[in-house]
Structures are given as C-alpha cells and as structure tokens.
C-alpha cells in the first residue's frame, strides 16, 4: 500500500529541497569569497532523496548523514545558521569549531554525525538500532552510503550484522555515478547497489533517487518493515552529483551528455512539474517560498558572519568526561612538579 | 575474603555488573552459547538471556561499531574481542568514530572492549600480541590493563562505569595461573590509579599485566643483595598517574620500566620522557627499559621465550640502575 503525500507534505519537502539548493548557492559564493574555511561538498542534483527519505521518518527516529546530505539535516530541524557557522569555524558553530561541515549533531535531536571513513556510520547505526530493540522502542535508524562507500568492509560487516540480527535499519545507497573522481563500474562489477541485500538476506530496492514521492514511499515501506521487526533494508536511490567531488574539483572527468541527461531530471524542476500539473502550486507559490528562504538565509548568514571566532583555549576541552592531568613540560607549567617533589 | 582467579573476578565483575544495570549488555564472537573462547562469560547466557549476551559474526568493525551507537543513546556495552590481536579490524570505530565523539560534538560513547592481550602460551604471531601502543597514543580512550585478580574485578566495574571508551587488556597468561583474594560485591578500582605493589627505597620499577609479576620475582632476588625495589603496578595506561610515577621515581632517583610490549613507540619512551621533563634532577641514573625486541611474536616456545622479558634481565637492568 502506497502512502499519498498531501499537498502540504510535498510543499514541506519542496521548502527543504529550496532551502537547501540555496543555502549551498550561498555557500560556493563564500567559497567564492574565501569567507568559509576548508572546501565546499555540494549535493546539487541530490536534494530530493535527502529529503524525501529523512522527511520519510518520525519523531523518535535516529538520523546519520553524510555530506551530501544537506537537505536530510534540514527536515531533521537543523538551520541554515548552524551550517554557515561550521563551515566558517566559528565559536558559535555546533562543535564550536572543532569539526567542519555537516559534522555536528546530538543524540537528543536524532542526529548522529559521521566521521569521514566511509561505512564506519552503518554499524554505529546498527548498534542504535540494536538499541532501539532492546529497549523496545519503535525508533528505526537512518543512514546513507554513497556508491563508493559501499566497496568499504563496514559497509559489509555493518549490514551483515544488522540483517544476522533483524535490527530497524534503513540504509539509502547512493548511487550518484562517481566517488571523487571514480565512476561507479570501476567500483563494483553491478549495475544495482541493491542487488546486494539479496546476499546479506534483506530487502532492497532501487528507485529512482530524484523522485521524491517515489524516494518517500519506498523510504516509508522500509521504515515500516523496520518498526515490525522485518529487519533491515538497502534502499538504493539513483541519482546524479552534479558538481565536482568538492568545490575545487570541475569534474573535467565527467561527460556532458550525462550532466545534461541528468539536468533535465533535476528533483526540484520535477517536483515543481508535479506540483503544477496537479493544481497545487503556482509560480507565485515557488517565488513566495524562495522569498522567505532568502530572508531565513540572509538572517542567519548575519548571525554567523558576526559571530566570534572560537577562543583558543576550546582546543583543550572535551576529550574526556573529567579533564585528566595534562603531562606538561616544566616551561609551561611546574605545579605537578612541586606535587611530586613534595 | 574468596580466593578466586584472575578470569573468575573478571567473570564476577562482569557479572556483577550485569545484575545491577540493565543497560550492561555484552556482545561478541562464541561468548554465549559457547561462554567464550576463554571461558570468561561461561554461564551467561543462561542467567541474562541472549538479548543481553549475544554472539554476533566474526565482525569485530561491527561489533565496537554496533556498541559504539548502543551507548550513544545510554546503554553499556562491553564488546569483547576473541583475542586482543583482532581488535586492529576496530581500530577505525575506536580511534576515528569512539575517541572523537565527546571531543567533536560533546557525545558519551561509555563502551568497554575487553580481550586476552599478551604472550606465554605460545600463540604465534597473532594470537600473542599487546596493543596497548597503537591506542595510547589516541586521545579520547582509556586504557587498563589489571594484573591481580583484585584489580581486574575492580578494574572492569569502573570501566564499565566510566563515561568514556575504555580499553580493557586482560593477560591470558595470568587467567588461570594467578590467584588472590577478591572481596564479595561491589567495589572499584580507579581508572587513572597506579598502585604501589612492593614498597622500596633504592630503586622503581614501572610497569604492568605478566611483568607485573616477573618484576616482584626480580625484586624478590634483588633484595638478597641489599636493593630494596619498589614495583608500580600501573594498572592504568590512558591516562597515566603521573603522580604515583613520578613520586615513587623521585624518591628512589632510579627507574627502570618493564613491559611485554615490543621496544619501538611503547609505553616506556613516553614514561622515560615524563620522568626527564619533570623530575630530571632527581636522577641519579639513567631511566632505562625492559622489554620485547623490535620483532613480531614468535611461535615456537624457544623463540618465543627468547622474545619475552625474563626475570634475569628485570634484574640486571636494576644491578645496573643501582650501580650506576
């Protein structure tokens, strides 16, 4: 049974897919401006399955994204604020300028962050779904692997052990035709990531990633499964990174003839088809959500922009529960020194 | 007071554990219906259940990594490795994804992965190995590695306690060959705590797990020729007690450490380091280091003897310490 989206539901997920394409418009303009620290990873082209499968999940559920991820943070409750703070390093950002990107979260918003070793997030998500079991609680887990993350041993060992053990676990493969610079069959000698889950004995799917209705419904069944205990799922989105790995890369590797295959399929120019051709939106609908997206953005742009770079001393803090005793040299501190002579 | 062996207070920590927090789960390789390769969780399964003791696939990136995000939304985890040699396949979830949480984005990953560290049964190459250096040098985890069967009761009820990742090292040599008394219920033994084992004004050994026991043995035969050794059981690696090291170190004016480790990067440089940057004038000799050479552990019990620190070199480093 497919669940419908009502019009409000998909005028949400078209504000999340806007709001992200446009947030990271802003962003490569401060990359432009070299107002922003490190590189810029963009998920053009991609915005519609980030949101439509983390608009998939409900209060309760645990999120892990990855970098092209964006637009699922945004669903999640993130706000434009949070992510030009992280990408300018500042005092104010989520991890106070200890982390970059979208690597921030918090276990009480269902957002766990990832590191950048790909895989290493699908047994961490399997454990919170392990968790979630145990506990009897009806949360699923969420998480994402692009198409050369899935050649990783985590990406095995995690999904074996989540399916030997029939945890709530949804994992959305990517396949957004290159890692970096390498196209997918020089990755895996198949043409569908969810081919796989027949070999760990779990559902998997491949659908087509810049649908959102169809990312959404496919993402519910999952979900649903997941919450009576079938166990796992490989959902498989096709999609297109339609820019370079990160802002630095001009994907000179990457053929015309598909940019412009997938261009025409762009998610927000379909939803936007879909919209109209059902009667639920207009041009005015789009021009007033882009217009209140451009004030959300300008607000928080502010807000980061004045924000204070963070002291330095935030460098020491936080490794452990209870700060240990720093070995020292005698130049810098004699305290412990004294203690021992003592 | 019970006289139990070093595995049975493991056993009993764990157990112990167990019955007080139900968040307290453990998961590995043959560790419920079998009880473990070693026997450590014999017995288990029957009392908890196996959602709470569960045998998972020679998976040991998911195994920390699934206890990684159990403990992120507040349960306790100890995840055991088979053999400690395996626990490089984790080596990312434990450096990259366990250690850097709290620090990146303020998370608790409150997990414990214990394991059989260590040589003396002969092994081979990667049945034998300690591991300590790869992670000591990874701010975020902690490292204990007990060799009494006090501390190990102790050690692994404040591991499973403590709010950050702990390494927990268990010397399969000392399992079933070494005994001591073990209080009934509950008590702890602090992570970050050295532990003065033999008192001795002349000279310091620092060290820990088997050598713990080969350094009394050491200073036993010492002391017939007048050289009273104190021997510091570190019990705790990450962090170090500065403050127990350094006092001892400065009273005696001589060091000499003591591991199984291999020499290149052990935990001994760092030690030797502390000692000189802190309290060099103290000295009246140089600091110097027993442990295994600079190669892989080797099978054969000749070899393999060879390879290990004997007694007669813990106790030669010291006549030579004492006599410089």
């Not at chain 1, 004045?306 to 803090?317: C, R, T, V």
């Not at chain 2, 994804?97 to 990953?109: E, L, P, S």
Request: hydrophobic share 40%; glycine share 8%; charged share 25%.
């Amino acid at each position: 049974m497919e669940e419908a989206l009502t019009p409000k539901q998909l005028l949400d997920m078209y504000y999340y897919m806007k709001l992200t394409r446009l947030v990271e418009e802003r962003l490569q303009r401060l990359y432009r401006q070299g107002k922003i620290v490190g590189g810029l990873y963009r998920s053009l082209g991609q915005e519609g399955e980030s949101v439509a499968s983390a608009y998939a999940l409900e209060e309760g559920d645990f999120l892990a994204v990855m970098i092209r991820n964006l637009g699922a943070l945004f669903v999640r409750g993130v706000r434009p604020w949070e992510i030009f703070t992280q990408y300018m390093g500042k005092g104010t950002s989520p991890t106070r300028g200890k982390d970059n990107i979208v690597h921030f979260g918090s276990v009480e918003r269902g957002l766990i962050p990832p590191i950048s070793h790909l895989g290493d997030l699908i047994p961490v998500m399997a454990g919170i779904a392990l968790a979630s079991k145990m506990q009897r609680k009806r949360s699923v887990a969420l998480t994402y692997i692009g198409d050369g993350g899935t050649s990783t041993g985590a990406f095995h060992e995690g999904l074996n052990f989540a399916a030997v053990l029939k945890l709530p676990l949804i994992v959305i493969a990517e396949d957004n035709g290159y890692a970096y610079s390498t196209p997918k069959h020089k990755q895996m000698a198949i043409e569908n990531i969810a081919d796989r889950a027949i070999g760990y004995g779990i559902f998997g799917e491949t659908v087509d990633g810049n649908d959102v209705i169809a990312v959404y419904q496919a993402t519910r069944r999952a979900i649903r499964r997941a919450r009576e205990g079938l166990g796992p799922t490989l959902l498989e989105v096709k999609t297109f990174r339609m820019r370079g790995h990160a802002e630095h890369d001009d994907a000179w590797y990457v053929p015309r003839e598909l940019l412009e295959y997938w261009q025409k399929r762009d998610p927000i120019l379909r939803l936007e088809t879909y919209l109209k051709e059902h009667g639920l939106a207009d041009e005015t609908t789009f021009e007033e959500i882009t217009h209140r997206i451009e004030q959300e953005i300008e607000a928080d742009l502010r807000y980061a922009e004045e924000s204070p770079m963070p002291d330095p001393q935030i460098a020491l803090e936080g490794v452990y529960a209870e700060s240990p005793s720093v070995s020292e040299s005698p130049s810098i501190s004699r305290e412990s020194e004294v203690k021992a002579r003592s | 007071m019970p006289v139990l062996t070093y595995l049975e207070a493991i056993r009993q920590g764990l157990w112990e554990e167990m019955e007080r927090d139900e968040r307290v789960f453990l998961l590995g390789e043959d560790i419920g219906v079998y009880g473990g390769a070693f026997k450590v969780t014999e017995g288990f399964l029957e009392r908890f259940g196996e959602e709470r003791v569960i045998d998972t696939p020679i998976s040991e990136a998911a195994i920390v990594g699934a206890a990684i995000g159990a403990a992120l939304v507040g349960l306790r985890p100890v995840a055991e490795m088979q053999f400690i040699d395996f626990i490089s396949i984790a080596f990312d979830q434990l450096t990259n994804f366990a250690a850097k949480c709290r620090y990146r984005w303020g998370a608790a990953v409150p997990i414990v992965v214990r394991g059989p560290c260590g040589g003396g049964v002969h092994g081979g190459p990667f049945h034998s190995q300690n591991v300590e250096a790869y992670f000591f040098h990874t701010p975020g985890l902690k490292i204990v590695e007990p060799a009494t069967p006090y501390d190990a009761k102790g050690l692994i009820k404040a591991a499973i306690r403590d709010d950050d990742p702990v390494l927990y090292f268990e010397h399969k040599y000392l399992y079933r060959r070494i005994r001591g008394e073990v209080p009934e219920g509950d008590y702890i033994v602090p992570i970050g705590k050295a532990d003065v084992k033999r008192p001795g004004r002349d000279v310091t050994i620092l060290t820990y797990g088997w050598m713990l026991h080969k350094s009394l043995e050491a200073a036993e035969i010492i002391a017939s020729e007048g050289i009273e050794v104190e021997v510091v059981d570190l019990r705790t690696l990450l962090p170090l007690d500065d403050e127990t090291i350094l006092s001892s170190v400065a009273k005696t004016g001589r060091a000499v450490i003591v591991h199984e480790d291999t020499r290149t990067g052990g935990i001994a440089g760092e030690i030797a380091m502390r000692i000189n940057e802190r309290i060099f004038e103290y000295l009246e000799a140089p600091v110097v280091r027993v442990t295994a050479p600079d190669t892989p552990i080797p099978f054969s019990p000749p070899l393999e003897e060879f390879f290990l620190p004997q007694v007669e070199e813990i106790v030669q480093a010291v006549r030579w310490v004492a006599n410089y």
